[in-house]
């Protein structure tokens, strides 16, 4: 088991990251201040979070499926990434796609955080890849759904 040490803002030790549930992947991130994101705005989101990740591990902030599909709201540069070497407040890119103004009360579960050991890779310059099936195709290239 891979321990992450966690400091609290003052005043915010009951917005600790929890799971809801053992078997969930993910931590819970709540705000620790009360806010209201506009229809189209983006706002920075502070947890009241800071940690120290071991070196080869980072942490992905990734938006809750029910905020998305009920109110428009997501993570705006999904995931993003904390990196071992951060020590600053862990906050959350929000941005409000949704059709009505979006309040956030401190307390309320805004994002969920992932913790994952990363690969070593060594990238390796070339003056040619090796060919694939899909070669270049992307972005659509494989055609679109017929299910509407």
């Known amino acids: ?17 929890a799971k809801a549930h053992d078997d969930d992947a993910a931590y819970d991130l709540h705000s620790r201040e009360d806010l209201t994101i506009d229809v189209g ?31 428009g709201v997501t993570v705006l540069n999904t995931p993003g990434t904390i990196d071992a070497g951060y020590r ?11 059709c009505e103004p979006f309040k956030v009360a401190r307390g309320d579960r805004i994002a969920q955080m992932v913790i994952q050991e990363l690969p070593k890779v ?27």
């Open 88 to 98: 600053g407040e862990v906050g959350v890119i929000m941005i409000n796609a949704g």
């Open 122 to 148: 060594k990238l390796v310059a070339t003056e040619e890849l090796p060919s694939s099936e899909r070669g270049a195709g992307g972005f659509g290239s494989t055609g679109v759904s017929q299910q509407r």
């Open 41 to 71: 705005e983006v706002k920075l989101v502070k947890t009241g979070i800071f940690m120290a990740l071991p070196v080869g591990y980072e942490a992905q902030v990734r938006p809750r499926s029910g905020l998305a599909l009920k109110k």
């Open 1 to 17: 088991m891979v321990e992450v040490q966690i400091r609290m803002e003052a005043g915010c030790s009951d917005l600790f990251p």
